[in-house]
Nanobody, 121 residues
Framework: QVQLVESGGGLVQAGGSLRLSCAAS????????MGWYRQAPGKQRELVAH???????NYADSVKGRFSISRDNAKNTVYLQMSSLKPEDTAVYYC???????????????WGQGTQVTVSS
């Protein structure tokens, strides 16, 4: 069993900040790439940012310079620091991770349940 649990979503005014957290738990041997996606009403789910185990990051152009992804490998946790939030950032944010459950086992992709981020104008 592997679970990804997001936290930190909420309602903020434009220009404000939020910090999302996602902790992987359960039967885990190793967590590889972790990332954040978001889905706004009527929109496709899109990549926000992801980060490899060794810290290589990738960001959507729309959030570059405003969001920062980081991780704590010891805690199997990924964070998304969101600053200068805009109304268009409003979406459900989903955690995503590649997790192996045993040494030598394949990595499988897992999703969290999502956390709502609402940015008011």
């Amino acid at each position: 069993q592997v679970q990804l649990v997001e936290s930190g979503g909420g309602l903020v005014q434009a220009g404000g900040s939020l910090r999302l957290s996602c902790a992987a738990s359960g039967s885990i041997f190793s967590v590889n790439r972790m990332g954040w996606y978001r889905q706004a009403p009527g929109k496709q789910r899109e990549l926000v940012a992801h980060i490899t185990t060794d810290g290589k990051t990738n960001y959507a152009d729309s959030v570059k310079g405003r969001f920062s992804i980081s991780r704590d490998n010891a805690k199997n946790t990924v964070y998304l620091q969101m600053s200068s939030l805009k109304p268009e950032d409003t979406a459900v944010y989903y955690c995503n991770a590649d997790v192996s459950r045993d040494r030598g086992a394949l990595f499988y992709n897992y999703w969290g349940q999502g956390t709502q981020v609402t940015v008011s104008s």
